[in-house]
């Protein structure tokens, strides 16, 4: 079965602070693709960051970057200088075809002023 | 662009009523979803197209269907409506297998009662 789990249903962070949050999967395939998505009070889904998994280098956006382990099929995603506006569920997803794309439970994220 | 749009935003059903809920996105992509989240939980996936007139099974598919006529829409079917059925539904879309970043539809809230 394909999953993914989020081990963390709750964080906090100081603004201006560094958050990590887990997320880690399960499959046999090696080639695959990795995202996170942040989910604000709105509902939009919006993707934070993604991952392909056969390149071996962290992929950044800005404040945003992923600590990617594939032989431990782990993909944390690390908040720099957190801000107000990151607080927001946090969704780890991955798809190995682009047909079906697998969720974990999400992480709920509050950024504290 | 409008991107992916759905309607109604909310809606309430009485058990064993149906309805469709709208999916439209105009960014010409090819592949289209939907997912349910229940409370406190990720997405699952539905049903999913890879383009008109091709339609395949999610996770959880019993209870639902759905047609792919055209490029743009992707309406979701709700026959016989039960409590289980209560969630918030996303449509979501993407280019296909190398252009895996879905865009999602702001959701539609339903309530059976």
């Known amino acids: 079965a394909q999953t993914v789990t989020q081990s963390q249903p709750e964080m906090s962070v100081q603004e201006a602070e560094t958050v990590t949050l887990s997320c880690t999967y399960d499959?046999?395939?090696?080639?695959?693709?990795l995202f996170w998505y942040k989910q604000p009070p709105s509902r939009q889904m919006i993707l934070v960051i993604r991952?392909?998994?056969?390149?071996?280098q962290n992929a950044t956006e800005n404040r945003f970057s992923v600590n990617f382990q594939k032989a431990a099929k782990s993909f944390s995603l690390k908040i720099s200088d957190s801000q107000l506006g990151d607080a927001a569920m946090y969704f780890c997803?991955?798809?190995?075809?682009?047909?079906?794309?697998?969720f974990g439970t999400g992480t709920s994220l509050t950024v504290i002023p | 662009n409008a991107g992916v749009t759905q309607t109604p935003k909310f809606r309430i059903l009485k058990i064993g009523q149906s309805m469709t809920l709208q999916c439209t996105q105009d960014?010409?992509?090819?592949?289209m979803y939907w997912y349910r989240q229940d409370p406190g939980m990720g997405l699952k996936l539905i049903y999913y197209?890879?383009?008109?007139?091709?339609?395949d099974k999610g996770e959880v598919p019993n209870g639902y269907n759905v047609s792919r006529s055209t490029t743009e829409d992707f309406p979701l079917r709700l026959e016989l409506a039960a409590p289980s059925q209560t969630s918030v539904y996303f449509c979501?879309?993407?280019?296909?297998?190398?252009?895996?970043?879905?865009?999602f539809g702001p959701g539609t809230r339903l309530t059976v009662l």
């Open positions: 499959t046999s395939e090696s080639d695959y693709y």
């Open positions: 997803a991955y798809t190995i075809t682009g047909n079906q794309f697998y």
């Open positions: 979501a879309s993407s280019k296909g297998q190398n252009y895996n970043e879905q865009f």
């Open positions: 197209s890879v383009g008109a007139g091709i339609t």
């Open positions: 991952q392909e998994a056969y390149k071996q």
């Open positions: 960014m010409n992509h090819n592949y």
